[in-house]
């Protein structure tokens, strides 16, 4: 069936260090979501891509839609500890309106 | 507007009982997601409603599990009898799907449920 796929599943850094997860599809998808999870939290919405190609930025954190939309990253600069939680990166499902989600890469950042 | 709006935020309860979860999507939102989040199995979507229709419930782990939508503002989901195994945090989500399907979903607070 079709699968969003996350890596890595952790991620340890220093603060102050860059950090990347990926999102790979087994489907071409028509977007892709990203959201962010906090400790104890729940999932928050913080960007969908469309094109492909796509590039956004978010203060820190940049975004990107791969060529064939099957896969996607998102990079922050300069990890915060208020950095900290776990990025999802989500897909629509292409027989209807449900959202798959990958299993997310938790980020823990050493002050 | 509130948000999506879930109840109990904890609930404890001992193998067997019945449990209820509660959700209040955001007003003017047409589909309404169910999750189960695990550390073992990550975000789950057990169903998902459209216009309170209930379109896809392959994730529905068991018959033990059932959910219903009355209306576009309360849907439940409800597991009988409860088995530890159960234990996650349960998360509601809505989005409006209109033109494009899949625009943002707007996750409640989730339900921490523990059962003993």
């Known amino acids: 069936g079709q699968q969003v796929m996350q890596i890595p599943q952790y991620q340890h850094v220093q603060e102050g260090e860059d950090f990347t997860t990926y999102c790979n599809s087994s489907?071409?998808?028509?977007?892709i979501q990203w959201y962010k999870q906090r400790p104890g939290g729940h999932p928050v919405f913080l960007i969908q891509?469309?094109?492909?190609?796509e590039v956004k930025k978010q203060k820190r954190l940049t975004f990107q839609f791969g060529e064939a939309k099957k896969n996607s990253s998102l990079h922050i600069t300069a990890t915060q500890t208020t950095d900290v939680g776990t990025y999802f990166c989500?897909?629509?499902?292409?027989?209807?309106?449900?959202?798959?989600f990958g299993a997310g890469t938790r980020l823990f950042v050493k002050a | 507007d509130a948000g999506v709006i879930q109840s109990p935020r904890h609930e404890v309860t001992e193998m067997g009982q019945e449990v209820t979860l509660r959700c209040k999507p955001i007003?003017?939102?047409?589909?309404l997601f169910w999750y189960r989040q695990t550390m073992m199995r990550g975000l789950e979507l057990l169903i998902y409603?459209?216009?309170?229709?209930?379109?896809?419930d392959s994730g529905m782990p068991e018959d033990r599990f059932s959910a219903k939508m009355p209306n576009a503002s309360f849907s439940t989901l409800k597991i009988q009898p409860s088995e530890p195994r159960d234990s996650a945090v349960y998360f509601c989500?809505?989005?409006?799907?209109?033109?494009?399907?899949?625009?943002?979903?707007?996750f409640g607070q989730g339900t921490r449920l523990t059962v003993v």
């Open positions: 891509l469309v094109k492909s190609g």
């Open positions: 409603f459209n216009n309170n229709v209930p379109i896809d």
């Open positions: 489907t071409t998808l028509s977007n």
């Open positions: 989500a809505s989005s409006l799907a209109g033109g494009s399907p899949h625009t943002e979903a707007f």
């Open positions: 989500a897909g629509p499902w292409t027989g209807g309106f449900k959202t798959i």
């Open positions: 007003s003017g939102h047409n589909s």
